[in-house]
């Protein structure tokens, strides 16, 4: 048995809208680095290092945890300013005999409803530890699971839990399971096609007719995606598609102002 603790890192508390805009920054930072002849390059390093500092230890007081200990107790370790700055409490949990550690990807009557750590007891009892929308994948639940079951001789499953109207059904978490889910995420990077439309023309209108194109082509190939995978539901609601045009509009029309700024000097 391992002699030390694990951790398992689940989670960080940066909302995706400032992962975007602390993104543009630091492209900012690097473009007016190298491309402005009137900044100081060796005076101003120090104030680069000094804001990548400040990131990094940022980013990783932002990051939650679950830890397995060779006491036979599983914890969820909150991020240091959910514990300090809201109060958030440690979970731990006494691993009895016979019991086993469920790392559940959910649905709920069709809908992607977030990961969660489970501790289930021999008799059916359930206690839930951790629960968020993201910080897991099946990848790094499966290394996971592996390594908690070496170094400890613990049980853990990966298992799909299903909520309908019938109750809740149980399946094996596999590597296909929630395709869609990747496709929806890797939307949230579109809008920095605007850096590369913006080097290549200034004209407004073909900049919005670029973007109106992308979103399109995306767009339907989600759709399609959808359809063939199943995944979540077989299409997204006139409602989402609103919702995720209005957001990649915002987000590109201000990189593409951003670009321009800094290529107009």
Known sequence: ????PSRFYVHDTWPPWLRVLVGVLLLAVL???????DVPKF??????????VVLFLSHRASRSWIEISPHQKVSYVPSWYARKLW???????????????HLCHN???GFFDGF?????????????????????????????????THDYDLPVRLITRIVGPQGIDEEEWTPATG????????????????????LLTRDPGAIALSAGAIWIVVAVTFWLISRRHGGLREVATLGEYVWWAFRFSLYYVIIVVVTGALIDG
Not at 1 to 4: A, I, Q, R, W
Not at 43 to 52: F, M, S
Not at 179 to 198: D, H, N, Q
């Open 87 to 101: 109060g958030e409490p440690v979970k731990s949990v006494v691993i009895t005999r016979s019991s086993e550690i």
């Open 107 to 109: 649905t709920s009557y």
């Open 179 to 198: 395709k869609v889910e990747k496709k929806i995420i890797a939307m949230a990077f579109l809008p920095l096609t605007g850096i590369f439309v913006r």
């Open 31 to 37: 473009l007016l680095y190298f491309t402005a002849p």
């Open 116 to 148: 969660s750590l489970i501790l289930r007891s021999p008799g059916g009892g359930e206690e839930c530890l951790w629960k968020n929308h993201k910080g897991l994948n099946y990848r790094r639940a499966a290394k996971f699971a592996k390594q908690v």
């Open 1 to 4: 048995m391992k002699p030390e």
């Open 43 to 52: 005076e101003i390093l120090p104030a680069i290092g000094l804001l990548g």
